[in-house]
């Protein structure tokens, strides 16, 4: 710590003369005219004998990354959004007084350049710059003077310094964006309508979350941050919106994890006079396009396993996968006695009123879930743990729900859409008598909903996507904070 309070005193004792020799430390006048990825071509027309190429002047900007001073030259390297690029000083040719300016400089401030390109004896792509200027004094030095930026926290908590100094972290990013452009790209081309639906919720509902509070003074009423947009889109469907989406910004007031953080990002998309069969088959389609969009292939590596998210992809109900990769004996699975007493026996903590249906659910996720590496869905959820996905009408104690599973982990939900009004109160009126201790059932029913559906919802169906988990997948991204620009954290020691 004493060596970093000496080089910020260091870099104040130079702002300060900086400000003596009448150099603005924050100025707003200078303009590139290029961005330095479009200059590196220029580098293939150019001799090797160190020669400018004079018929063009460039101007440059960006920050410092490297520098090395000299008494009558010198050589610096500056990156912008796009890439890097080697700049030379000389004395002679700025003048004494500029170049002692120039002197005062460090690694980190944001700079610009006019001048034009050569390449050096070694090849590299230079400007000879013929005249400089500082845009913005940086006070404090880039993690390279500590042998980088490594400590993962401080690269979550500093997540501006991180883009600095690791470019694969822009890149990161950059395909982050990609993702959800083309998402929407597919959506729209496909004759989705993408929508806006309320964050805050005076009645949380959609999914089982505790979710976050807050209050409204001028209404006096307490409101949500939306656990899910679910019930709001079903609503459209209702007022005559026929295929509707949204990227959304959810809040769920749970723990922090390499999967988890309270605020995240969702698709969401409903479709009217469809089934869960025709969401499988248009994710099947959206997702193995778009990895190929952006990976270039459908083959790809997520954590050391190979992932092949090539078209047609597994297809097992719950109880298939139960038997098949989970190894339970077929004929327990009918016997829900025998359920109960498996989740038991297996440290499974059934609270309440749960029966077979959350049991053989809870068994799913221990004993097969992470084994699910390529993408597969998983079908027939039990009703009891799917209160507003639509009973199969051949058996009732399941659903026409589905959930797809890539490297272990659930990527998608859904479901054909329960419609009938009478059964949708009755489930979730069971479910809030059944919450007990759980605050993630919300105690009071969305009467608004229920009064939607007595409107008509039409035979539908929707699914949501975990935008932060498929693109730590496409990125090969170990956490959700890897792919979230500014994750939550717990409080800065001070």
Known sequence: MNELNQILQQRRAKADDLEEMDVLLYSNDFKPSHAIIDILPKSEDLS????????HTYCVAGRIIALRKFGK???LHIQDETGKIQIYLKRDLLGTEIYSQFKKWDIGDIVGFVGKLFKTKTGELTVLAESIKLITKSLRPLPEKFHGLTDVETRYRQRYVDLIVNPEVRDTFRKRVEVIRLIREFLANRGYLEVETPMMQPVPGGATAKPFKTHHNALSTDLYLRIAPELYLKRLLVGGFEKVFEINRNFRNEGLSTRHNPEFTMLEFYQAYATYHDLMDLTEEMLSWLTEEVNGTMEITYQGEKVDMSPPWKRYTMDEALIEVGGIDPKDLQDPQKIMQMAKDKGIELEGMAGPGKAKTELFELLVEEKLINPTFVTAYPTEVSPLARRNEGNPDITDRFELFITGREIANAFSEL???????????????????????????DEDYVRALEYGLPSAAGEGIGIDRLVMLLTDSASIRDVILFPQLKAEKK
Not at 48 to 55: I, N
Not at 426 to 431: N, P
């Open 48 to 55: 090797d004998d160190g020669e400018p190429e004079v018929s």
């Open 73 to 75: 030259a010198s050589f």
């Open 419 to 445: 419609n009938d009004p009478v059964d949708q109160r009755e489930r979730l009126e069971k479910q809030i008598a059944e919450r007990g201790e759980d605050e993630e059932v919300h105690p009071v029913l």
